[in-house]
């Protein structure tokens, strides 16, 4: 069973960068990649947002809110996820997963926290 392990969360000013890393606990062949978040406020059960996803091309796409401020990448030598963040704002103040696929099941990471406070 694959897992993940989160890094690089924490608290930062609003304008200030963090980058998180999702590393993977045993090389494996991902196909698309992803990042999501779950909000503070969220309601107990409500799903988590998408942020960002990879393709196994590297192909990105972003969320609207993110798109110009996050940086999506991966690097499959080490099976690991990465998201950038620049720019920060309060908004983006919550509980960040990384996810993935392979041909046997999909995978999220513990959930690493992100705080945008001044």
């Known amino acids: 069973q694959v897992q993940f392990v989160e890094s690089g969360g924490g608290l930062v000013q609003p304008g200030g960068s963090l980058r998180l890393s999702c590393t993977a606990s045993?090389?494996?062949?991902?196909?698309?990649m992803a990042w999501y978040r779950q909000a503070p406020k969220a309601i107990p059960g409500k799903r988590r947002d998408l942020v960002a996803t990879i393709s196994r091309e590297g192909v990105p796409t972003y969320i609207a809110p993110v798109e110009g401020r996050f940086t999506i990448s991966r690097d499959d030598t080490k099976s690991a996820l990465y998201l950038q963040m620049n720019n920060l704002t309060p908004e983006d103040t919550a509980v960040y997963f990384c996810?993935?696929?392979?041909?046997?099941?999909?995978?999220w990471g513990q959930g690493i926290q992100v705080n945008v406070s001044s």
């Open positions: 045993q090389n494996a062949f991902f196909y698309g």
């Open positions: 996810h993935a696929s392979d041909s046997h099941s999909a995978y």
